[in-house]
Every structure is written in structure tokens, then in C-alpha cells.
């Protein structure tokens, strides 16, 4: 079952690789060259981090884990909670879940979405945005992380976790929201500041990552033992990238067919035109929403920002990355993530019928 989602995006790669052969005719080839395109963007991203995820997995199971061993925090939920999936999050979280369940669980699902909002999608939507859209940003990301405890609750029952795992492995999860929701509140300033220190550290330990590998590859010398692999680490990333390919095509045949449909969706969701685009846009990647994020309407800055948490990257990067690394749970991650994604849409929503979005425009 888990294979399904692999043949369709398979198939929609090779619709991309004919229009290529017949000169471009459905325009459906410039995902192709996009996807592969992102190769050199994905390898800087991803190569330092990841070839010193051993390094720091052996620093957590020494120094971190015995700080939680009489405690009922699971540690690879909170190592994945500000850590992005592919950027170490499922390394990491592999060598110190307790079982496969819960390192699908922590270092899938919540690295997927938590881990990815707090390590890459608010540091990079902050270098973008203008200062006068920080607001209504963070409370678009608050909208989206009180709904992740509802999609991880489905995520645990989908991976046949306990009720009590589960509800234990979300309680940190609410935790961070509720403490996110009143910094946001009182210290909006604060909470930027913590979001953009969190993003050097791990910038920082990628060039670190970077430095080092590239040294060793270079010269053969190795400065530090139990670097991951150069080569597993390109097989990965040119993995994605041929991946994204595909997913481009996809999403660009499903725009195509489903153009009216979409368009009803701004009707539907009361967003402008260029809202829905980034919204759609978004499910390969959040960078859309917030290059665009001036042309968005109020509303729609909230609801895409909410949507963003949960429902981004959903068939762009990461699921590129979940089927090489994990494919087994490839349906329900996708499926975890919408869902998260589209309840936080809905509290969005909540909250702009309430008329709290707009208190910096008025």
C-alpha cells in the first residue's frame, strides 16, 4: 500500500521525461529540470548536518538521555520537536527511540512538521517578511502548532502506539505550544529572537558538518571519527531531487485539471487569488507563501502561515526524503500532515472570524 504514492509520482516523472523527448509541448518538463536543479541547494543543506548526526546521536545517548531516564519524556520527541526531518531529525531520532514506532513517530511525524517550522520555516519566513507582517506570521504559526497534537494523536493510533505512549509522547508537544502562545503574546519580540537562535545553531552545525566532510573527502584525512557516509549522503540527496522531479510534474498536472476546483477554493476559504496559489503551492514547499507573503490578503497570510506548520513540504522535499528513509509510513505521513495542516487552517479561520488577525492593520 505504502508503494502507491511511489508509482503515481514514478509515473507523473515519466510524463515529465516524454514531454522533455518531444520538445516541451505540455511545459510539464521544467519540473524535471527543477527537481534536479535543487540538487546543489539540497547537498548544502543537507550534507553537513547530516554527516555529523552520528557525532551528535553518540553526545545525546551519553550526556542527554540519562537526564531523562526516570522521566516520562520521551527524549526523541523533544530532539525531534526543533529539529527538521532532513536536516538529522530521523538520524538522530533513529539511535535513540525506543522502538520503531516511536522513531517514526517522533523522528517522521513531528520532526516533519514542529521540527521543521521551529529549525527551517520560521527562521526563513523571518529573513523574508516584511517586520510589519511578524504578527500576524506568528499567530498564523501559533494556529498551526495547537493542531499538531491532534494530528499526532492520529499518527500514533495510525502507528499502532498505546493510548498512553501517545497522549505521553504529545504532552511536550503541548507544552511547547502553550509556552510559544504566551511568549508570542507577551514577548513577541523574545520569541523572534529564540526562533532566529535556534536557526544559527543549526546553520552553524551544518557548516561545521560541511567543513569537515568536505576535508576529509578532499584529503582523505579524518579530523573527527564517525562521519556519516559522503556517499549515503549523496545517494540521499540526489534521491530527493530526482524525486521532486516527479512531484513537480504532479502538482503542476493536478493545478491543471483541478484549475476550477482551486479557484472556488479562494471563494470557499474568502482568500485572494495569489493566497490559494501559495497555499497550493505550498505542499512542495512554504518558500512560495512567504516570497508572495506581501501580496497576500490578511486572511490569507494567516491561514497559509497556519497551513504551514502541518500541510507544507508534504509532496515536495521531505516526502522525498521519507521515501528513501522511511517508505514504509509514507501514507501516513502524508496523511498526518494534511490533517494537521487543515485543522490548523481551521483555527486560523477561528480566529480571523473572531476579528484577532487583524490588530496590526487597524
Not at 568536505?214 to 579530523?223: A, H, M, N
Not at 562521519?227 to 510534474?249: D, H, Q, R, W, Y
Amino acid at each position: 500500500m505504502e508503494k502507491i504514492m511511489l508509482y503515481i509520482v514514478g509515473g507523473f516523472f515519466l510524463l515529465g521525461i516524454v514531454d522533455y523527448i518531444i520538445g516541451g509541448r505540455f511545459n510539464l518538463y521544467k519540473g524535471i529540470e527543477n527537481g534536479i536543479k535543487s540538487m546543489g541547494s539540497l547537498a548544502l543543506s543537507m550534507i553537513g548536518i547530516l554527516s555529523i548526526t552520528p557525532i551528535i546521536s553518540d553526545i545525546i545517548i551519553k550526556y542527554i538521555l540519562p537526564i531523562f531516564k526516570n522521566s516520562f519524556i520521551n527524549p526523541s520527541v523533544i530532539i525531534s520537536s526543533f529539529i527538521a526531518v532532513d536536516m538529522g531529525g530521523y538520524k538522530i531520532t533513529e539511535t535513540i527511540a525506543t522502538n520503531h514506532n516511536m522513531m517514526y513517530f517522533s523522528g517522521i511525524l513531528i520532526a516533519s512538521m514542529l521540527g521543521c517550522t521551529m529549525s527551517f520555516t520560521v527562521p526563513l519566513a523571518l529573513g523574508i517578511i516584511n517586520r510589519n507582517n511578524i504578527d500576524i506570521f506568528c499567530k498564523g504559526i501559533l494556529c498551526g502548532i495547537i493542531a499538531l497534537p491532534i494530528g499526532l494523536f492520529i499518527g500514533g493510533v495510525l502507528l499502532q502506539i498505546n493510548l498512553y505512549n501517545i497522549i505521553i509522547s504529545i504532552l511536550p508537544i503541548i507544552i511547547i505550544s502553550i509556552i510559544i502562545s504566551i511568549v508570542l503574546n507577551k514577548a513577541p519580540n523574545a520569541m523572534i529572537s529564540f526562533f532566529k537562535y535556534i536557526a544559527k545553531i543549526i546553520v552553524m552545525i551544518g557548516v561545521i558538518g560541511l567543513g569537515l566532510q568536505g576535508f576529509t573527502s578532499i584529503t582523505g584525512i579524518e579530523i573527527v571519527e564517525n562521519l556519516l557516509p559522503l556517499e549515503e549522503i549523496l545517494t540521499i540527496v540526489g534521491k530527493i531531487a530526482i524525486f521532486l522531479g516527479g512531484a513537480n510534474v504532479m502538482l503542476e498536472v493536478i493545478g491543471r485539471v483541478l484549475k476550477k476546483e482551486i479557484s472556488m477554493l479562494g471563494n470557499v476559504l474568502h482568500i485572494n487569488s495569489i493566497s490559494v496559489t501559495s497555499l497550493i503551492g505550498s505542499l512542495a514547499s512554504a518558500v512560495i507563501i512567504f516570497t508572495n507573503f506581501d501580496e497576500l490578503d490578511d486572511r490569507g497570510k494567516l491561514i497559509c502561515s497556519a497551513f504551514s506548520v502541518g500541510g507544507a513540504y508534504v509532496f515536495g522535499g521531505q516526502l522525498g526524503y521519507v521515501s528513501i528513509e522511511a517508505k514504509e509510513v509514507i501514507l501516513i505521513y502524508i496523511l498526518v500532515k494534511l490533517i494537521s495542516g487543515i485543522i490548523g487552517v481551521i483555527i486560523a479561520i477561528k480566529l480571523n472570524n473572531k476579528g484577532l488577525s487583524h490588530r496590526n492593520s487597524n
